[in-house]
């Protein structure tokens, strides 16, 4: 087997966070290799970025099952088929049963595009927006069997400025999702992530990029 972390990446969408991998893989930045894109959705935009780099794909439509946990049965035969390692959600848009998650115990990670605990589920910067947050951003973390509510890996802040609106603070939060979940996925690599109930722990550690953000800045 290759010392490179094998990855299963699974997109329901464009896969602009799956190119970012891809990147990542082939300019050496990421210790990894996608051994599977998997995909609910024939038509997913994914497909092709992976076809594009030579990667396997395998589509399993979640509408050719009756039962939730059937479709994750085939989803993990097909990630267990292929070797994977790391389950890495990109844009997959199926809750994640009990199933999957006890065939890759601590091996399912997952981005949302706002700060856990604030905020889960969908429209997230829509309600960042309406609460009158002055900062939002994204998060990689382990799935649990919750919705969005497992440890949290890493996170990147941006700020939320009073002309935004939901799309150009969803395209500044994807720049930086493009940027963590990489380097998540390469810290997990590197064998230096550890969990410890909620708490994730990085040896040796990680200094934070900024001390202190503030929102509005306190010069203006």
Do not use: W
């Not at 972390?5 to 969408?13: D, I, K």
């Not at 809750?95 to 997230?124: E, K, S």
Request: glycine share 8%; net charge negative; proline share 5%.
């Amino acid at each position: 087997m290759s010392s490179k972390l094998r990855l299963g990446v699974l997109a329901s969408g464009g896969g602009t966070n799956l190119q970012a991998i891809i990147d990542s893989c082939q300019d050496g930045s990421l210790d990894a290799t996608i051994a599977l894109v998997l995909t609910n959705n024939p038509d997913a935009g994914a497909l092709e970025r992976a076809h594009q780099a030579g990667i396997q794909t395998v589509c399993v439509n979640h509408r050719d099952f009756s039962k939730r946990e059937d479709f994750d049965h085939a989803v993990v035969k097909s990630l267990q088929d292929a070797g994977v390692e790391l389950v890495v959600l990109a844009g997959f848009m199926r809750i994640i049963t009990q199933t999957f998650l006890d065939a890759f115990p601590l091996r399912v990670i997952n981005i949302h595009p706002a700060l856990l605990p604030a905020f889960p589920g969908l429209h997230v910067q829509q309600q960042a927006i309406d609460y009158g947050a002055r900062f939002s951003g994204c998060t990689v973390h382990f799935v649990d069997s919750g919705v969005d509510t497992g440890p949290i890996i890493i996170q990147a802040v941006v700020p939320v400025y009073q002309d935004d609106t939901a799309d150009n603070l969803a395209e500044r939060i994807l720049e930086q999702e493009h940027h963590i979940y990489s380097r998540a996925i390469q810290l997990i690599a590197e064998g230096r992530v550890h969990v410890d109930g909620r708490l994730v722990t990085i040896d040796p550690p990680c200094p934070p990029e900024a001390m202190a953000l503030v929102n509005p800045g306190l010069d203006t």
